[in-house]
Each structure stands twice: as C-alpha cells, then as structure tokens.
C-alpha cells in the first residue's frame, strides 16, 4: 500500500508521459495530413499525364 501511495504522491515522469503522448499525437496527426497529402499529389499527377496524353494525339 505504501508503494501505490508513493507512486500517487510522486511526479517526476508526469512530463515525459506527457511530452511522449503529445509526441504520439503529432505523429499521428501528420501521418494522416500524409496520406491525404499524397492521395491529392496521386490525382494531380494522374491529371497532368492524362492532359498531355490527350494534347499530343
């Protein structure tokens, strides 16, 4: 019992707790902006090739 009151008490890895869950959500807050990213980078491509494709017909 003394331990979990200690443990309670204590809040020496309260921040890096909190850095590395705020690290995680940076992480996945830029892999989704990514994914999005790179699917409009996809089209925008596709696009371009298709207009030339038909432009030099």
Excluded: C, H, P
Aim: no cysteine; proline share 0%.
């Amino acid at each position: 019992m003394e331990i979990l009151v200690r443990l309670w008490k204590e809040e020496k890895g309260q921040d890096l707790v909190e850095y590395a869950l705020l690290l995680v959500l940076i992480s996945l807050t830029a892999v989704a902006a990514l994914r999005t990213l790179s699917q409009a980078v996809s089209d925008t491509f596709s696009t371009a090739a298709a207009n030339l494709t038909s432009a030099t017909r």
